[in-house]
């Protein structure tokens, strides 16, 4: 199974941007679909971006389209998260998401849809 391990979080003003990187281990990476979810207190964790083995395929939510961008690095078993013109309404705890191995099912915005979980890192946005 995989392991991993969100970083990149921190505290930033409307408009600036942040990277959030999700280290994998334990395991190769490319078997594993991966996907970002967010999660704010009291409310049910939410799908951000979504990204396929070989990166062929990207989803993300409507929310964040066009400013928000996932990548993967999988020799070095990395996905990535670039967020643009942050807004308040961004700030949340975003956690990394894997999905497989080798998995055939064909959604990938369900938190229900991935198997591993990292522990999440803060992004607080203020303006």
């Known amino acids: 199974q995989v392991h991993l391990v969100e970083s990149g979080g921190g505290m930033v003003q409307a408009g600036d941007s942040l990277r959030l990187t999700c280290l994998g281990s334990?395991?190769?990476?490319?078997?594993?679909?991966m996907g970002w979810f967010r999660e704010t207190p009291g409310k049910e964790r939410k799908f951000v971006a979504a990204i396929t083995r070989r990166s062929t395929e990207t989803v993300y939510a409507d929310s964040v389209k066009g400013r928000f961008t996932i990548s993967r690095d999988n020799t070095m078993n990395r996905v990535y998260l670039q967020m643009t013109s942050l807004k308040p309404e961004d700030t949340a705890v975003y956690y990394c998401?894997?999905?497989?191995?080798?998995?055939?099912?064909?959604?990938?915005?369900?938190?229900?849809?991935?198997?591993?979980w990292g522990q999440g890192t803060q992004v607080t946005v203020w303006s």
């Open positions: 334990g395991s190769p990476f490319l078997p594993y679909n």
């Open positions: 998401a894997a999905d497989g191995p080798w998995s055939s099912q064909p959604e990938l915005t369900g938190a229900a849809d991935y198997d591993y």
